[in-house]
Nanobody, 123 residues
Framework: QVQLVESGGGLVQAGGSLRLSCAASGRAFENYAMGWFRQAPGKERKFVAAISSSGGNTYYADSMKGRFTISRDNAKNTAYLQIDSLDPEDTAIYYC????????????????WGQGTQVTVSS
């Protein structure tokens, strides 16, 4: 079992930045690739970014490249998602997840999910 807890969300103005954190506990964090997804009201949960277990490889949804940066610190059992130049379209609940299989762009690859953190961007 892996328990995941997201934090760092909040209300920000357009153009601002946020860094979301995902703290993991339980089984060895360094064995899992990690991903971030987001779900806007009334919409499907969508892939944002993922990072391999070592941190050596990162993956982004095409529409997320440039403003989103995923990283991890295995010594701290934490994954991060930096979001810059926030836009109201980024308003969503952001979820982190731990994966056991590839490809990392699909929800089914992930066996463990956090409860999500709300990001609201005002114009």
């Amino acid at each position: 079992q892996v328990q995941l807890v997201e934090s760092g969300g909040g209300l920000v103005q357009a153009g601002g930045s946020l860094r979301l954190s995902c703290a993991a506990s339980g089984r060895a964090f360094e064995n899992y690739a990690m991903g971030w997804f987001r779900q806007a009201p009334g919409k499907e949960r969508k892939f944002v970014a993922a990072i391999s277990s070592s941190g050596g490889n990162t993956y982004y949804a095409d529409s997320m490249k440039g403003r989103f940066t995923i990283s991890r610190d295995n010594a701290k059992n934490t994954a991060y998602l930096q979001i810059d130049s926030l836009d109201p379209e980024d308003t969503a609940i952001y979820y982190c997840a731990a994966a056991g299989v590839y490809p990392l762009t699909i929800k089914d690859a992930y066996g463990y999910w956090g409860q999500g953190t709300q990001v609201t961007v005002s114009s």
